[in-house]
C-alpha cells in the first residue's frame, strides 16, 4: 500500500514537470504590424482571416457586427471571460489577443482578434506547439463566431 502511494507521488510529480512544457514560449511577434496580424506558418495548427483566400487550409473568415464598435468589443470580451481555460493577455480598443489552454495537456492556442475596418474582426488563431491541431483552433473561431452572431447583430 505505501509503495503503491509512493509511486502515484511519483508518478504525479513527474507528469506536472512533463506537462507544464506544453505550454510553449510566447511568440515575441504577435500583435498588428502594418494594419496586419501575423501569417500563418506552413504547418496545419493555425487559421487566419487576413491570408490568402485562396489557401484553405488557413484562411478562415473574419467575424462581422452590425453594432458599434465598443458594443463589439465589450460583447467580444464578455464571451471571452466566460469561455473556460482563456486568459486575456492584452486588451486594447482595436486589438484582443488572448491564450485558450487545451483541458488535458495544457497546450497553448495564441488568439488574437483585431477590429480592422468598421463591421470587421480580423482573427488570428495558432497553436504554440506541435505540427496538426487536429482542426480545434478553427473549431474554435467558428464556435466563437456564432456565440459572437448572437449578441453582435
Not at 509512493?6 to 506537462?19: D, N, P
Not at 484553405?56 to 473574419?62: D, K
Not at 468598421?118 to 488570428?124: A, L, Q, S, T, Y
Request: aromatic share 8%; glycine share 6%; hydrophobic share 40%.
Amino acid at each position: 500500500m505505501r509503495t503503491q502511494r509512493l509511486f502515484f507521488i511519483v508518478a504525479g510529480i513527474i507528469m506536472s514537470v512533463f506537462f507544464s512544457g506544453c505550454a510553449g514560449t510566447p511568440p515575441q511577434d504577435l500583435g498588428i504590424h502594418e494594419g496586419q496580424l501575423k501569417s500563418c506558418p506552413n504547418s496545419p495548427n493555425c487559421v487566419n482571416s487576413q491570408g490568402p483566400t485562396n489557401d484553405t487550409e488557413h484562411a478562415i473568415a473574419p467575424l462581422s457586427y452590425a453594432i458599434s464598435r465598443q458594443q463589439a468589443h465589450d460583447a467580444l470580451i464578455a464571451l471571452l471571460q466566460d469561455w473556460p481555460r482563456v486568459t486575456i493577455i492584452d486588451q486594447q480598443d482595436d486589438y484582443i489577443r488572448c491564450e485558450f489552454a487545451s483541458a488535458v495537456m495544457g497546450f497553448i492556442d495564441d488568439v488574437e482578434f483585431y477590429f480592422s475596418s468598421p463591421g470587421r474582426i480580423d482573427v488570428r488563431s495558432a497553436s504554440r506547439l506541435g505540427h496538426s491541431d487536429l482542426g480545434v483552433n478553427r473549431k474554435r473561431i467558428e464556435a466563437i463566431r456564432e456565440q459572437f452572431a448572437a449578441a453582435a447583430h
